[in-house]
């Protein structure tokens, strides 16, 4: 055991840069003796996380499984809003117990239990049902699936800054993000490159079964992190907590602004499909591949996330303005694609594009939840987290709703909407405090 220790603390030391005297901002003493083998412990579970997510995702893997077993197209419109804002928007009221219990982690694990349990009924559904029938509960059980997420997400991120000292946090977020990608693209490779090719039902349910063992496996690592026990005098009613939440947004100008400047920061991810839809107007269904997009996420994880870590840990206001300057810059460059010479409208140039947006969405989400742990109270972290997610959630149906445009004016016009709203994130995002 001593010797596992020891390598575990030496892995650390070179992720980390961190000298023999270790420095532990922000956590206590005996948290600080177990952060190498909890560091170890966090990036094994996001891994295996990080490749579930890929391989059952709502934007990329979903809808193709619904198509191929019969489900109406309308059905894949729902499933990214009810991701996101199924995730995001109950958070506020969820948040009002964590404060009542002194380990928070089993509200990562538990949640990614159920989210195993989901994918299981998924599989089953995936396996016998067709048609509108299996549409629905598909629903159904994203629904679970991202109330669930939500839950894990105020739960990570208290856990993340009790046993995660100041200035480490960032580069956990990459580690995650990059052994995710490593095995994203493994999987990619092996298997989703020839699964558009496939319509076998049996390799459909088993590429969802995957996504509940992984889930399964990374909660009973999560649970082997060592968490001191928090205080718990904070736990309120949901309806102190929405009092308590609207407190701490009329006091907290920093608060008001990160909101802001993360909703904005939403065009983002909100403007990617939409890469994929002006990619086939102008190329064909040939850059719609499905292995294609995976790969992409798997490339951007592995390439990006190391330095998007460190840049965070240095300081993740200006990874936030980085990141918006960039994004607005590509997705105006994707609006600008149908001007391009003929010669430059090829495949390898609309997927560079798109490989750049996966990457510019890692260093939005890595910065955004770096500040927000680092800027967060102690005493008030879960409440937070959960204000700022049911705000973003609120953000998501706004921004859901923008997609309409596209069938109005077009789709460079909306792109081009998504890219002013990365520049106006800019202003808010300038006056943030440094953390």
């Not at 149908?338 to 969405?361: C, G």
């Not at 879960?382 to 069938?407: D, E």
Request: proline share 4%; glycine share 10%.
């Amino acid at each position: 055991m001593r010797k596992k220790e020891a390598l575990t603390e030496k892995v650390y030391e070179w992720i980390t840069d961190e000298g023999e005297v270790r420095a532990c901002a922000n956590i206590s003493d005996s948290a600080c003796r177990e952060v190498p083998n909890n560091f170890a412990k966090n990036v094994a579970s996001g891994a295996l996380s990080k490749l579930a997510e890929q391989l059952v995702h709502p934007g990329t893997t979903l809808p193709w499984i619904l198509a191929a077993i019969g489900v109406p197209g309308a059905f894949s419109g729902a499933l990214v809003p009810i991701k996101d804002a199924g995730s995001l928007l109950p958070q506020l009221l969820v948040s009002a117990k964590i404060r009542s219990y002194p380990r928070r982690k089993w509200f990562w694990v538990i949640p990614a239990w159920v989210q195993a349990l989901s994918l299981l009924a998924m599989a089953g559904v995936v396996w016998n049902a067709e048609g509108a029938w299996a549409g629905w509960m598909l629903l159904a059980c994203l629904v679970v699936f991202s109330g669930s997420s939500g839950v894990a997400s105020i739960g990570f991120k208290d856990v993340t800054a009790k046993t995660i000292p100041k200035g480490k946090r960032g580069q956990l977020l990459a580690m995650r993000a990059s052994a995710g990608g490593i095995l994203t693209l493994a999987a990619g490779s092996l298997l989703l490159t020839d699964l558009s090719e496939n319509s076998d039902r049996t390799v459909l349910a088993l590429l969802v079964l995957s996504g509940a063992v992984l889930w399964a496996v990374s909660g009973l690592i999560f649970s082997r992190i060592v968490e001191d026990k928090g205080a718990t005098s904070g736990g309120r009613t949901p309806l102190q907590e929405l009092k308590k939440a609207w407190g701490f947004w009329r006091a907290d100008r920093n608060l008001r602004l990160f909101v802001v400047t993360r909703g904005l920061l939403m065009a983002i991810p909100l403007a990617q499909p939409f890469f994929v839809i002006l990619g086939r107007q102008q190329l064909g269904a040939a850059f719609a591949n499905l292995g294609l997009m995976v790969l992409a996420a798997g490339i951007a994880g592995v390439i990006s996330s190391p330095f998007w870590g460190r840049f965070a840990d240095r300081s993740s206001k200006k990874l936030m303005l980085l990141v918006a300057a960039l994004g607005a810059s590509n997705v105006a460059l994707m609006a600008s694609f149908p001007l391009w010479p003929d010669a430059l409208q090829q495949n390898y140039f609309l997927a560079l594009l798109f490989l750049i947006q996966v990457m510019v969405h890692g260093g939005a989400r890595l910065s955004r939840k770096t500040y927000l742990v680092d800027f967060a109270p102690e005493a008030d972290r879960p409440s937070y987290v959960s204000l700022s997610n049911t705000a973003i959630g609120l953000f998501t149906l706004i921004g859901a709703a923008l997609g309409t445009l596209a069938g109005v004016f077009g789709v460079q016009v909306l792109l081009l909407v998504f890219s002013g709203l990365l520049l106006l994130a800019l202003l808010p995002g300038s006056q943030l405090k440094e953390v």
